[in-house]
């Protein structure tokens, strides 16, 4: 069986994890301007490492689809998913709205669309300046210097680079012996251990780590989705940050523990990931067919749309096999 979780002592000093004080945020150990956190261990040598052995002959798709009425973050009363026709064939015939004729307009039936949402809806990464400590985010970055009046000028979701990683599942819910893991359950660092000792997988530096607790497959797409999430504890995120993990995503809204049993702060990993660890969020991930086909060990692609200053911004990963 192999050693759950190394990091040699070389590492310790990339891993800002190690250097994290309790609600208090961490200076980068990657420099006095650095906006990405632990996405520095993605390098050129990483990226053909896993390129190198990935088998494209079947591509996992992790993202859900993006429709009306999907289930969202509404909790701090932010805007739903919204589409909406902007061109219609039939109302072009009306509205003319290139200045041509009906014959053209008849025969191209132009259609055209808008959509409006909450960046942090659907698939999606959550970026290092969505939550910190008494005005600051990761790296010591200060909101009255760096907050304007529409976004963040660090941080933002355009700074991170296309994710070409080692990635591993962990599949709590098969671990437990159950198709979804127990509401509001809390996923400690010592369940973490317990499952990568049971499924013989190891976390290494510059992972990717995804976690299966089978919420989306039980209560996607109703109301029940975004309700008493079982996510991780800051105990769990600190277990998988100090392993190295330079993004945690999960099947979930929240990936962490809903409702918080933290006293104090209602979204501690968030913030614990963020402005102590530096590290990446990923959330509603779809791994569904990545636990049926219990493939633990896998590369990981994935980018976001590079929204300048964002927050939060849609991605759209997919998972392959490993060659041995």
């Known amino acids: ?73 509404v909790a701090a009363g932010d805007p739903t998913y919204q589409i909406w026709m902007t061109h219609t064939p039939d109302g072009e015939k009306v509205w003319n709205s290139m200045n041509t004729t009906d014959e053209m307009n008849s025969s191209i039936a132009y259609s055209g669309d808008a959509v409006s949402m909450y960046t942090h809806c659907g698939t999606h990464i959550d970026t290092l300046n969505h939550f910190g400590y008494n005005g600051k985010i990761w790296n010591n970055f200060e909101v009255n ?6 976004v963040w000028d660090v941080c933002g979701a355009e700074k991170h680079p296309p994710m070409i990683t080692r990635g591993i599942l962990l599949d ?20 973490l251990e317990d499952c990568l000792k049971h499924q013989g997988t190891q976390l290494r530096p510059g992972d990717t780590v995804l976690l299966h607790t089978g919420k989306m497959k039980a209560d996607w797409p109703t109301s029940r989705f975004l309700m008493d999430t079982p996510g991780l504890t800051r105990d769990g995120a600190v277990y998988l940050c100090e392993g190295g993990a330079i993004m945690i995503g999960a099947d979930t809204l929240t990936l962490e523990q809903t409702p918080s049993t933290e006293p104090g702060n209602y979204l501690p990993v968030h913030c614990y990931m963020f402005a102590e660890a530096g590290a990446i969020i990923m959330e509603m991930a779809y791994t569904d067919e990545l636990a049926a086909a219990k493939l633990y060990e896998f590369a990981f692609f994935g980018a976001c749309l590079k929204l300048r200053g964002a927050t939060g911004s849609p991605m759209r990963p997919v998972a392959m096999r490993l060659k041995n």
């Open 1 to 73: 069986m192999c050693t759950p979780r190394y990091v040699d002592e070389a590492m310790k000093s990339k891993i800002a994890a190690y250097n994290a004080s309790f609600r208090k945020v961490t200076a980068s150990p990657f420099g006095k301007g650095d906006e990405i956190g632990m996405l520095n261990l993605i390098d050129a040598a990483s990226r053909d490492a896993i390129l190198s052995r990935a088998d494209a002959s079947h591509v996992f798709d992790l993202s859900v689809d993006y429709f009306v009425g999907m289930p969202g973050w």
């Open 145 to 150: 210097k760096h907050l304007g009046s529409r």
């Open 172 to 191: 709590l819910a098969a671990m437990h012996g159950v198709d979804v893991l127990p509401p509001s359950l809390g996923i400690d660092g010592k369940m």
